[in-house]
């Protein structure tokens, strides 16, 4: 892993995600190694030549960027992050997702959190002084054996079930993110069935192929999963229905076990 400390000029951007007005990215690229991550595309836009997953760039004056005595983002829905984790493990020593936080405070938006860190713990304090917050855990699978394959250097899934009820019963608003779902190894159902007790409601997001991902998902396909791999070219290669199919079905179960969910399929 290649660390460099960076100044950033800015760390409020627009976003076109559905449901988030701004992001913050205190980090470029992501120690937690997830094999199928959709965020390496932002290596168009940093210059960097490492592989997405060897490189990290701290943006040591982030917090600085955060404005303050302004009514600018005052019930606008800020999101913490769209191609980096908040709460990566060198935020323990850097600090800069917290230290965030505590200056969107008397801004007074919507804060909405995505991870698979537990690390998230240690700021209840901060975002229990949000009027409006929520956050979010991915989870691709509830064996240990696939996570470590996947996301490797991500928080165990026990831990961040831990964690997603500790957060819930602290009376802050949480949901599951199930994503990205992949074909033969992901068990959506028994995600849910695991989380349901902890999450107010569930997302959903479909493996997508696109751009540089396809190469590191035959990549990971040839190298731990060989037999898989003629199965995912047909679907996503050739024309079948197979993503629609299981679209209907998570709606149907979700409206069965009157979940809500929000779906965000790539087809």
Not at 91 to 98: D, G, H
Not at 107 to 128: A, E, F, H
Not at 138 to 158: C, G, L, Q, Y
Request: some cysteine; aromatic content about 12%; proline content about 6%.
């Amino acid at each position: 892993m290649i660390i460099r400390e960076i100044e950033s000029k800015s760390i409020l951007s627009k976003t076109g995600i559905p449901i988030a007005d701004y992001v913050i990215n205190p980090y470029v690229g992501c120690s937690h190694s997830c094999r199928f991550c959709y965020a390496r595309f932002m290596k168009r836009f940093t210059g960097h030549a490492e592989e997405w997953g060897d490189f990290l760039d701290i943006k040591v004056n982030a917090p600085d960027l955060i404005p303050q005595n302004s009514s600018r983002y005052q019930g606008k829905y800020i999101f913490l992050s769209s191609v980096t984790d908040p709460y990566i493990p060198l935020e323990k020593k850097y600090r800069l997702t917290r230290r965030i936080i505590e200056k969107l405070i008397p801004l007074k938006p919507v804060l909405g959190i995505l991870t698979k860190s537990n690390l998230i713990l240690r700021d209840i304090d901060l975002i229990k002084q949000f009027e409006t917050s929520e956050v979010g855990f991915s989870f691709s699978t509830m064996d240990e054996k696939i996570r470590k394959k996947v996301k490797p250097d991500a928080s165990p899934i026990d831990n961040r079930i831990n964690a997603l009820k500790k957060l819930h019963d602290a009376g802050i608003k949480t949901y599951v993110f199930i994503s990205p779902i992949l074909p033969y190894l992901t068990d959506w159902e028994d995600i849910i069935q695991k989380t349901k007790p902890h999450a107010d409601y569930f997302m959903f997001e479909n493996l997508n192929v696109t751009g540089m991902v396809w190469a590191a998902v035959k990549s990971f396909l040839e190298e731990k999963y060989p037999d898989l791999s003629p199965k995912y070219r047909e679907i996503y290669f050739e024309d079948n229905q197979y993503w629609e199919i299981v679209e209907e079905e998570i709606i149907h179960f979700c409206e069965k076990e009157k979940l809500e969910c929000k779906m965000y399929f790539h087809h």
